[in-house]
């Protein structure tokens, strides 16, 4: 019953961890009253299951949570009758977004600068794809903490992202870029 | 090593999570190939733009929301607390106008651990007495009540469906049980309620189950397969036994 202790020591673990949450959610919703809505549910479901918190990792920990908030936003959205915003999936590899879509043919390099495409295909990305790429690249977690979050095996986690960043690699590129191996 | 098996490992490569051995397979194969060289320094500027992504930090509004959610939680712990040892003392109140035979009769057996007893029958009587309390996952069907703890509890509680012998399944809920996460399970017999605790067992032993009552409540508990049960219920404890029996019973 030592609530204030338990609470600070909640703040110093899992709490340093929300503005990896609140991004996370935005990834994984691309909607941020909804991310603010899911992380909100998250702290708090964090907050009651703290005491019987697993593993080494207090990040993966939460972030699952956390994830699995935004899996929750998602079902209830859709049970709404809410639309699900675009995916790629869904829509078939064909279909062309012109703020992701390459304004320069001759360029095969990426270009870091253009920050707006890039973003833009990291939206049109499938989920699963877009939440192992932002672990990985933003929050820099490792195969194992990323395979703890979004419960896969490592080995999917790793084909994942191979795939993930192939297929960014691929909408990056210029539209009439030789294709590689 | 050839390109097919080399741009399979490229990105564990990238992201070093390869074993020594094959990264360095991997090293040797790109001084050789600039066809997957190329690919690897594609990979590298990737992550370079990735991690130029803005990462928009919480907002305020959110870090506000979140303080004010959780000591509303802290809030409602002490008030749930303190609620339940009002409604302790105005029992011990009413046993005491009784008689104190009375009281002393209700007391069958000793519970082994009074301690959980007590624990077990005021969780128990506060998920009764808020409707919204008593179930978090509705059904009848255990093929949904089972899943829905995946990836809430690091146990699996078996859930049973009794419907043929009398005891319907309502729902499941979490709750806790000394101070440990445990899955609560709500079966009904004849307008009484059931609640089944499943937590971790402190060891793997079996234990036998044990039978108490307290203050007119049924309680039953064993320990099996890693896993510590809890019965409470107002019924008969005949039918608490036969409960038991049946959840402990093979699985068909």
């Known amino acids: ?181 | 090593m050839n390109c097919d098996h080399a741009l399979k490992v490229l990105d564990a490569h990238l992201d070093d999570e390869l074993d020594t051995a094959t990264s360095a397979q991997v090293v040797q194969h790109l001084a050789a190939c600039p066809a997957c060289a190329a690919r690897l320094a594609e990979r590298r500027s990737l992550r370079v733009a990735l991690r130029q992504l803005p990462r928009e930090p919480a907002p305020a509004a959110l870090r506000r929301a979140v303080q004010h959610a959780l000591t509303r939680v802290e809030d409602a712990g002490r008030a749930r607390r303190s609620r339940s040892v009002a409604w302790w003392q105005a029992l011990l109140l009413a046993g005491a106008t009784a008689s104190l035979a009375f009281v002393v009769g209700l007391w069958v057996g000793a519970p082994r651990d009074p301690d959980l007893s007590e624990q077990l029958v005021a969780r128990h009587v506060a998920s009764l007495a808020r409707s919204d309390a008593l179930v978090a996952v509705l059904s009848e069907d255990r093929h949904v009540v089972k899943p829905w703890f995946a990836g809430k509890l690091d146990f699996a509680p078996p859930v049973r469906d009794l419907g043929s012998q009398g005891f319907t399944l309502i729902g499941g809920r979490l709750d806790h049980l000394g101070g440990q996460p445990a899955a609560a399970l709500v079966y009904r017999i004849r307008r009484h309620e059931i609640t089944l605790f499943v937590t971790r067992a402190a060891s793997a032993a079996q234990e036998a189950p044990v039978e108490s009552t307290l203050r007119g409540f049924s309680l039953l508990t064993w320990s099996a397969g890693g896993l510590r049960f809890a019965a409470v219920s107002d019924v008969e404890p005949r039918d608490l036994r036969r409960f038991g029996e049946l959840v402990r019973a093979p699985a068909d």
């Open chain 1, 1 to 181: 019953m030592d609530e204030p202790s338990r609470r600070e020591r909640f703040e110093t673990t899992i709490l340093v961890h929300l503005d990896a949450a609140y991004n996370l959610a935005r990834w994984v919703l691309r909607d941020d009253a909804a991310a603010q809505d899911a992380v909100q549910d998250a702290s708090l479901r964090a907050f009651r299951f703290f005491d019987g918190m697993l593993g080494p990792s207090p990040k993966a920990w939460f972030m699952a949570i956390v994830r699995r908030a935004c899996l929750d936003g998602l079902g209830r959205a859709r049970r709404r009758g809410v639309e699900e915003s675009y995916d790629e999936d869904a829509h078939g590899e064909a279909l062309q977004d012109a703020a992701c879509t390459a304004e320069s043919p001759e360029s095969l390099a990426i270009r870091a600068s253009d920050l707006r495409r890039l973003h833009a295909c990291m939206e049109m990305l499938p989920r699963e794809f877009r939440e192992v790429l932002i672990l990985r690249e933003i929050e820099e977690l490792s195969y194992r903490e990323i395979s703890a979050v979004v419960g896969v095996p490592i080995g999917t986690v790793m084909s994942r992202l191979a795939r993930g960043r192939e297929r960014l690699a691929r909408r990056l590129r210029a539209p009439d870029a030789r294709k590689l191996p």
